[in-house]
């Protein structure tokens, strides 16, 4: 199958986004037989040249095998490298690839940290506010907590204020899961869930500000 290799050297930020839309279009257009390889080609041209949608747009072919065979480890990649540059949804991409399908995704790789953090608290603060995805309150909190577990100070923090003004925020979340996944990702020497602590008992004290004030305080 032809991609049709279009390698825009030298090419602005700008001029790579409008290819990159150009692709898109002409990818869902299909009206002519090389359409879908021709607008592939665009978008794959855009993403190694750093467009972020053109990426996000890869990893979603790739992770459900559409038009090009299914590969969720390349799906990933493609997803990192956008979620990376801000793009909320290929950071809400990124962590449900992971977090519903950890070891094909990963394929043994250990993620790192701090973007697991940075992007859930991405995808969770764009999905609460409805800006750059749609709104959606319940997985808003859960990739929250997700980021806060993860070490972010900014999702801690307004998780521990939404606590102080309304004390039954989260419980309604299955917390055992959100942490129990966060933690099944993590080597053994970043462990969310203390040694001699049951995961009850921590989510019970997830529900506190307090946690998340010590939280922020001790890291």
Known sequence: ????????????????????MQGYELFM???????????????LDAAWEGDAKAANNIGWLMEHGEFVGKDLK????????????????????????????????LDGRIPDR?????????????????????YDSKLGEEFLLRGALFGNHEAALTIAQQLEM??????????EDIV??????????????PEGISVTEFTDLM??????????GRE
């Open 1 to 20: 199958m032809a991609l049709f290799p279009l390698r825009f050297f030298a090419a602005s930020p700008q001029e790579v986004a409008d290819y990159a």
């Open 29 to 43: 257009r299909d009206s002519l037989p090389d359409d879908k390889e021709k607008g592939y080609a665009l978008m």
């Open 74 to 105: 390349g799906a990933l990649r493609w997803y990192e490298r956008a979620a990376d540059q801000g793009l909320p949804a290929a950071a809400l991409n990124y962590l449900q690839l992971i977090v519903n399908h950890p070891e094909e995704a």
């Open 114 to 134: 701090e973007r697991l953090a940075k992007t859930a608290t991405i995808a969770g603060t764009s999905l609460l506010m409805g800006r750059g995805l749609h």
């Open 166 to 175: 309304y004390p039954d925020s989260f419980s309604y979340l299955p917390l």
């Open 180 to 193: 129990s996944g966060c933690d099944s990702i993590l080597p053994p020497e970043d462990k969310i869930i």
């Open 207 to 216: 529900l506190t500000p307090e946690f998340w004030y010590e939280k922020i």
